[in-house]
T-cell receptor, first 114, second 114 residues
Framework: AQKITQTQPGMFVQEKEAVTLDCTYD???????LFWYKQPSSGEMIFLIY??????QNATEGRYSLNFQKARKSANLVISASQLGDSAMYFC???????????FGAGTRLFVKA | NAGVTQTPKFRVLKTGQSMTLLCAQD?????MYWYRQDPGMGLRLIHY???????AKGEVPDGYNVSRLKKQNFLLGLESAAPSQTSVYFC?????????????FGDGTRLSIL
């Protein structure tokens, strides 16, 4: 069975510093995608970044990058130069290729301090 | 850019009452999903649809029914609301669930059952 584990319920980071949000996953599938979503206090779910299981390079989207270590089954989100607006809940998610079910982790709440 | 629109945004029900949550998307997506979000549990899939006229059960379908009479709309019904159904409900849509296709989410419906 697929499973996503986010071990950090809450994280604090100083403004302008980098922060890493951990995500480990468990799957027996060979082809799958990993996603990170941001949920600010207003409640909407915002897609941030995607990594495919066969991608050799780590994904990057602006200040977001995904540190993908396939052998360790980890897909950590790195946010560089944190901003106050980055304070939010962050969810790691996974879906197998062609599958309809996306599995979400429990989330990590990030607090950015001024 | 409407994207995925959910109505209503908030609702309070009494135990035993019924209601329908409406999800509408304007991106011509084939696939639509209903999730519930509970504290500490991430998002869990209730039902999903792979096209007009089709529906399927997700991870937590009990107590809910769905219908997809039109491609752009996906309705979630509670026939007899229970306090355990107090949650935030998210609708999402996507093209074919290839691994690199993120789901697009609505802003959520906060539902309280008294």
């Amino acid at each position: 069975a697929q499973k996503i584990t986010q071990t950090q319920p809450g994280m604090f980071v100083q403004e302008k510093e980098a922060v890493t949000l951990d995500c480990t996953y468990d799957t027996s599938d060979q082809s799958y995608g990993l996603f990170w979503y941001k949920q600010p206090s207003s409640g909407e779910m915002i897609f941030l970044i995607y990594q495919g299981s066969y991608d050799e390079q780590n994904a990057t989207e602006g200040r977001y990058s995904l540190n993908f270590q396939k052998a360790r089954k980890s897909a950590n989100l790195v946010i560089s130069a944190s901003q106050l607006g980055d304070s939010a809940m962050y969810f790691c998610a996974m879906r197998k290729n062609g599958g309809f079910k996306t599995i979400f982790g429990a989330g990590t709440r990030l607090f950015v301090k001024a | 850019n409407a994207g995925v629109t959910q109505t209503p945004k908030f609702r309070v029900l009494k135990t035993g009452q019924s209601m329908t949550l409406l999800c509408a998307q304007d991106m011509n997506h084939e696939y639509m999903y209903w999730y519930r979000q509970d504290p500490g549990m991430g998002l869990r899939l209730i039902h999903y649809s792979v096209g007009e006229g089709t529906t399927a059960k997700g991870e937590v379908p009990d107590g809910y029914n769905v219908s997809r009479l039109k491609k752009q709309n996906f309705l979630l019904g509670l026939e007899s609301a229970a306090p355990s159904q107090t949650s935030v409900y998210f609708c999402a849509s996507s093209y074919f669930p290839h691994i690199n296709q993120p789901q697009h989410f609505g802003d959520g419906t906060r539902l309280s059952i008294l």
